[in-house]
Nanobody
């Protein structure tokens, strides 16, 4: 069983920055892709950014040029640097990791518990 623990959310003024972190813990696992989604109450969860095990990244159009996803594979951690934040970025942010055991053949997606990001003056 792999657990993902997120940190770094909070309240920030428009134009400000935040850095989210998501660390995976457990035993005998391999991580493939990682990424971030966000969700506003009453709306569907929205893909924000993804990063492959090789470091290739993908972003939602709404965050391109403002957000940067990165990962430290040695620490099993994915980061989301968020700059030039806008009110519309306010949401609960969830990280995920596609994980398999050393002895398994298929990946399953694990989710973090979510962290609130509020952009407001």
């Amino acid at each position: 069983q792999v657990q993902l623990v997120e940190s770094g959310g909070g309240l920030v003024q428009p134009g400000g920055s935040l850095r989210l972190s998501c660390a995976a813990s457990g035993s005998s696992f391999i991580i493939n892709g990682m990424g971030w989604y966000r969700q506003v109450p009453g709306e569907q969860r929205e893909l924000v950014a993804t990063i492959t095990s090789g470091g290739s990244t993908n972003y939602a159009d709404s965050v391109k040029g403002r957000f940067t996803i990165s990962r430290d594979s040695a620490k099993n951690t994915v980061y989301l640097q968020m700059n030039s934040l806008k009110a519309e970025d306010t949401a609960v942010y969830y990280c995920y990791a596609d994980v398999r055991s050393y002895f398994g053949s298929s990946y399953a997606r694990s989710w973090g518990q979510g962290t609130q990001v509020t952009v407001s003056s």
